[in-house]
């Protein structure tokens, strides 16, 4: 006489849901020991530009921001990096195809905003997430 499917397979069944919630249980067992995420940088823009290609981003070592312009020959280009209050942080002036290297900033949001001979070519929000 034939097993009905569902008494057949239902050993099969529960030896897989116990080695899932098993490996599950592990990995969550080891998170805590786990190194922590890099630095993250987020960026968000409101004003962008497709003559002058800005970037904000991080460097290998994930501690380092960089800022680089790949626009116009001969200009140069200011960052100038707001909280939200609207305290200046940091500024930043380079050429072009040039790479700034930032100051450390802490963690959280902040404005910015970047101009070429006063005009203003980009702006946003740059956030910033350390773990």
């Known amino acids: 006489m034939k097993q009905p499917l569902s008494r057949k397979f239902s050993g099969r069944w529960i030896t897989m849901i116990m080695s899932v919630v098993f490996v599950t249980s592990t990995a969550l067992s080891f998170a ?3 190194p922590s995420y ?4 987020v960026v968000t823009k409101n004003q962008n530009s497709k003559r002058h290609k800005i970037r904000l981003f991080t460097a290998s070592d994930s501690k380092t921001l960089l800022f680089t312009v790949d626009g116009v020959n001969g200009n140069q280009y200011t960052l100038y990096v707001f909280d939200l209050e609207g305290k200046l942080v940091t500024q930043s002036a380079i050429r072009n195809h040039e790479t700034s290297i930032l100051p450390e900033i802490n963690s959280g949001g902040y404005l910015y905003e970047v101009f070429v001979n006063d005009q203003k070519v980009e702006n946003g929000m740059l956030t910033v ?3």
Do not use: C, H, I, Q
């Open 38 to 41: 890099p630095t993250a940088v």
């Open 32 to 34: 805590g020991s786990l």
């Open 129 to 131: 997430r350390k773990n």
